[in-house]
């Protein structure tokens, strides 16, 4: 009996692991041990021009590649809007502000190796219903950048 509980927990455990882990983000900012997360909004001439960027920091290397998808909150389809890229240190997610209409929610997922890649089950992945009602935004790309930090 002990040794088939044990079995059990330890699938469980596996399952979970994984799976990743999946966390909310809030604001504009989000941070925990590992990586930082910060939002910002570089205007341009008109609607259309106007980008959506998301840098991702990740002083300690602890992931290799990130990716990020736009999802529909209602029927749960989702999208890749940037593709995987290599993630050394620091990333920008940018995307045109117009697509939140199509894909409101974003996810940002992070993917420790390759393997995790290739599988597409990320080890972190952080969601965001909308674009957060705090992103501030920039008519120009240096006020952006002081924003978004290096």
């Known amino acids: 009996m002990r040794t088939a509980l044990a079995a059990l ?15 909310h ?10 990586v930082r ?14 980008r959506l960027v998301i840098r991702v920091h990740d002083p ?8 990020l998808d736009g999802i ?8 890749r809007l940037v593709p995987p890229q290599a993630l050394n240190r620091i ?3 940018d995307t045109p502000r117009a697509g939140v209409a ?18 597409d089950t990320p080890a972190l992945a952080v969601y965001w219903l909308g674009v957060p009602d705090t992103t501030p935004e ?7 950048e002081a924003r978004l930090g290096r």
């Not at 983000?25 to 590992?34: L, N, Q, V």
């Open 9 to 23: 927990l330890l699938a469980t455990v596996a399952v979970a692991t994984a799976a990743g882990e999946r966390v």
């Open 25 to 34: 983000g809030a604001s504009d900012r989000f941070a925990d041990s590992e």
């Open 37 to 50: 997360l910060v939002w910002g909004v570089l205007r341009g001439p008109d609607e259309t021009a106007t």
């Open 60 to 67: 300690l290397r602890r992931y290799r590649h990130v990716a």
């Open 72 to 79: 529909d909150p209602f029927t749960q389809a989702r999208t």
């Open 91 to 93: 990333a920008d997610l």
């Open 102 to 119: 199509d894909w409101p929610s974003r996810e940002v997922r992070l993917y420790r190796d390759d393997a995790e890649l290739r599988a």
């Open 138 to 144: 920039y008519a120009d790309r240096a006020g952006l």
